[in-house]
């Protein structure tokens, strides 16, 4: 799996985007992009996954850039539940997950 | 859809007793994966099943750790003997494929004493 690399912590006010880098800057063409958040006391959660374009679902949205060596994932308007750790991670479809210390993510009110 | 369901939800034994953990993976879900995270190492990958089969141990830290899968619904991941150092949370997760996102259930927090 490529490395990447991600702020150790973030702050949020409530109600604005919340905007998460990650970078991959060693990122293989067949790689694709996961991120995962973990809310304290409970399992990690799947949010979003990309290759290339950019991804929207009902809980965030993923903007690759054009090189694919980072990425950003949006939270369009932060809520105090979105405090958590955040995991950028970049594998094959034929990898398993490997998780790094990810960003810790503080939505203030 | 309940999700993976892991049990017990907390676990407190003494050093030396065997140790063993649940999980019913979401039907359908051909993949089944256990992680342990601690402060120190975060999260770990300990051994994966596809279709029942184990794919990959590595993880598994020595051989008092053992993982089982004798059907598509049901998994345990055994401690003998414990050790306090095994105090972590484990996760058990599943997945219908290695391609697709990966299900994780709420975790078993072990303590070792």
């Known amino acids: 799996d490529a490395k990447t690399t991600q702020p150790t912590s973030m702050d949020c006010a409530e109600g604005r985007a919340a905007n998460l880098p990650c970078n991959h800057s060693?990122?293989?063409?067949?790689?694709?992009v996961y991120w995962y958040r973990q809310i304290h006391s409970q399992g990690p959660q799947y949010i979003i996954h990309g290759l290339k374009n950019n991804e929207t679902n009902e809980m965030a949205s993923l903007i690759i850039t054009e090189d694919r060596k980072s990425s950003t994932l949006i939270l369009p308007h932060a809520t105090l539940r979105d405090t958590a750790v955040y995991y950028c991670i970049v594998r094959v479809g034929d990898q398993n997950f490997v998780f790094g210390p990810g960003t810790r993510l503080s939505v203030l009110p | 859809d309940a999700g993976v369901i892991q049990s017990p939800r907390h676990e407190v034994t003494e050093m030396g007793q065997e140790v063993t953990l649940r999980c019913k993976p979401i039907?359908?879900?051909?993949?089944l994966f256990w992680y342990r995270q601690t402060m120190m190492r975060g999260l770990e990958l300990l051994i994966y099943f596809n279709n029942n089969v184990p794919i990959d141990d590595s993880g598994m830290p020595e051989d008092r750790f053992s993982a089982k899968m004798p059907n598509a619904s049901f998994s345990t991941l055994k401690i003998q003997p414990s050790e306090p150092r095994d105090s972590a949370v484990y996760f058990c997760a599943s997945s219908p494929s290695l391609g697709t996102g990966v299900s994780f259930g709420s975790g078993t927090q072990l303590s070792v004493l």
């Open positions: 060693t990122i293989s063409g067949n790689e694709y």
């Open positions: 039907s359908g879900h051909d993949y």
